[in-house]
């Protein structure tokens, strides 16, 4: 990522790699060297520092807007929907408890794309925003539209891990968030009466375009 500093140890490298993990904090001192026009951090002396003590928070990058607030906004969009079906599908899968509580925290890419805590919901939001604003210029049907910038990436919350150092996850590698929001979609829409599903192909469809 663009906050990356490459780290290099020309001594005891091997005994470095074993004693640390990925994850770890440590207490680096060393010297700055400039290579092929990049930085290189040349890494001399280390410690161990207890994570314990530290405030995590202090070394994760995050939205400069609030979450709650962006979580609100987004949750407002969804209930002014016209499609109350669309809009009881979506309602219901981000007000889910475990589904909510990742959103607001997670971010949306590894290394790009709102690489930062609550970056997912702030990248939603925005092309939800733009949906509303859009739809109508083009003469398509907003709700479509709303749902498929909704979900086209809500399901990164399952393709990446959360914390300090951010990875994907299994599930991420193996299934991926477009083939899972498809499940969630299925999963939530079987609680809806008379759920006309139809909505899961138009939704899907925008979803991809969305992607």
């Not at 990248?123 to 733009?130: D, E, P, R, Y």
Request: with cysteine; proline share 1%; net charge negative.
């Amino acid at each position: 990522g663009n906050n990356d500093l490459e780290g290099r140890s020309w001594n005891n490298a091997e005994a470095i790699s074993d004693k640390f993990k990925k994850g770890d904090f440590i207490l680096v001192h060393g010297k700055i060297n400039l290579f092929q026009g990049r930085k290189q951090f040349i890494m001399q002396k280390y410690e161990e520092v207890d994570s314990s003590k530290l405030n995590i928070d202090d070394f994760i990058q995050k939205s400069e807007n609030d979450p709650e607030t962006m979580y609100n906004e987004l949750l407002s969009i969804i209930r002014n929907l016209t499609d109350v079906y669309i809009k009881e599908l979506l309602e219901l899968i981000v007000t889910d408890e475990e589904i909510a509580r990742r959103l607001k925290t997670w971010q949306a890419g590894k290394t790009i794309h709102h690489a930062y805590k609550s970056g997912l919901l702030e990248h939603i939001l925005s092309c939800t925003q733009l949906a509303v604003s859009l739809s109508p210029h083009y003469n398509v049907n907003v709700n479509y539209v709303v749902a498929g910038t909704v979900l086209h990436d809500l399901c990164k919350i399952y393709e990446l891990s959360d914390g300090v150092s951010i990875e994907y996850t299994e599930e991420g590698k193996l299934v991926g968030h477009l083939v899972k929001i498809l499940e969630v979609m299925d999963r939530f829409s079987y609680r809806i009466k008379d759920f006309p599903y139809s909505l899961i192909r138009l939704s899907c469809s925008s979803c991809f375009k969305y992607t």
